[in-house]
Structures are given as structure tokens and as C-alpha cells.
């Protein structure tokens, strides 16, 4: 869901063509490889943590928490002073703007709250109950955790998937990026996002920590 925010005015190109072949394993010809979250953002938006032996989590990075911080900021700020204005009776506040300031207070903060609600989603790995979830819900409080959003168990693991993507924006203040994104491949062929952002180094380096901690192997295709 955060990704769709974060794309809305970005069309995207994906990256030169990669030979799976490489990998030395022939179920790596038979997923896909294109980018499975359209769109991304151009600085990093999560960590990897280890909570403790047989749990490890990414978090929400600071830049992640500023950048949603600024849009409700921004939307709270033009609604407290539309809303002072019309306590007050001014003149200042009338014709267009007066329905105008108002929508575009809320929709801000309404933006940014979403983006902070996105970013901070639970994305886990854990040993002790062998899943990941990337899901609000907790699996153990959960009567059927396969039902879930965004789970699998470790099993149903295959591999970990990194994959670049060309984002080019357009309009006045265009700019372009790449974005990396960090898969986990299932064992069905399906695919299941885990983060996605634009610092390469510190995704190769989580991805690798990673796949060290779940004994799956790392598919690179950058």
C-alpha cells in the first residue's frame, strides 16, 4: 500500500534485462523477475533488526518517520489555520479558498498518516514460530495465520529475491532513481514483498543477513 502513495505521480521502467540462469537453479527461470510493487522511494525506509536469537524485523528507517511526519505537519498546519480563520470571521477566508484550504488540510494529513500506518507495519521473521508476516495482525493471535496478508511460513520459503527498478518521474520537479526491492520467492513460484526502497547497499547487506538467519539463499539480480 505504501508503495501505491509513493507512485501516484511516478511512471516506472524496470531494469535491464537479468539472466536467471545464472543462478544455478532452474526454478529461478520459472518466477518472474520484473518488479512486483510498481514505483518506490529513493531513500532508505527500513532496517533490519534482531530482536533477539530467533526473531529479526524491519523497521521503519528515521528518514521513513520524517518524511510521513512532514505531510501531516503540513495538512494539520493549513487545517488549524483555516479553522482559526473561520472561528474568527476573517475576510481572508472566502470564495474558493474557503472550501479549498480545508480539503487540502485534510487530505494531507490523511496522506501522511497513511504513509506512517504503512510504514510501521510488522514485517517479522521468526524461528521460534517459523513465519514471516508483514501484516498488523499478529500470527499467534490469529485462529488461521495463512489466511492472513502477507504471511508464509519458512518452509514455503524458496528464496530471497533482490531485483533494482528504474523510477522516472515526470513534471515540473521530475527525478529519477532506482529503487531495490527485496522478495521472498515461495515455493508455488509466487512472490511476497518484504521492503523495497532506494539504498543498495544497506538492502544487499540486510538481504544477505538474512538469508544467512532463515538458511535460504540470496537471488541477486542487480
Not at 1 to 25: Q, R
Not at 156 to 176: D, F
Amino acid at each position: 500500500m505504501l508503495k501505491k502513495i509513493l507512485s501516484t505521480l511516478s511512471k516506472t521502467n524496470t531494469s535491464p534485462p537479468f539472466n536467471p540462469g545464472s543462478l544455478g537453479d532452474p526454478f529461478a527461470l520459472q518466477i518472474e523477475w520484473q518488479p512486483l510493487v510498481k514505483g518506490g522511494s529513493n531513500f532508505k525506509t527500513h532496517s533490519l533488526r534482531k530482536i533477539h536469537g530467533q526473531r529479526m524485523e524491519f523497521r521503519s528507517s528515521i528518514g521513513m518517520y520524517l518524511f510521513s511526519s512532514i505531510f501531516i505537519l503540513v495538512g494539520l498546519g493549513v487545517l488549524g489555520f483555516a479553522v482559526s480563520k473561520w472561528i474568527s470571521g476573517s475576510p481572508d477566508l472566502d470564495g474558493p479558498a474557503k472550501y479549498f484550504l480545508p480539503a487540502f488540510g485534510l487530505i494531507f494529513s490523511a496522506a501522511g498518516s497513511f504513509l506512517l500506518y504503512s510504514a510501521t507495519i510488522p514485517t517479522v521473521f521468526d524461528l521460534d514460530h517459523g513465519y514471516f508476516c508483514k501484516n498488523h495482525k499478529k500470527p499467534e493471535r490469529s485462529i488461521d495465520p495463512l489466511k492472513l496478508k502477507n504471511y508464509a511460513t519458512l518452509d514455503q520459503i524458496h528464496a530471497l529475491q533482490i531485483i533494482s527498478e528504474w523510477v522516472s518521474s515526470s513534471g515540473k520537479n521530475s527525478s529519477n532513481y532506482n529503487s531495490y526491492e527485496l522478495n521472498l520467492v515461495l515455493t508455488d513460484g509466487s512472490r511476497l514483498n518484504v521492503v523495497d526502497h532506494g539504498n543498495r547497499i544497506a538492502i544487499q547487506q540486510d538481504a544477505e543477513q538474512l538469508a544467512a538467519f532463515i538458511g535460504k539463499p540470496l537471488w541477486s539480480g542487480l
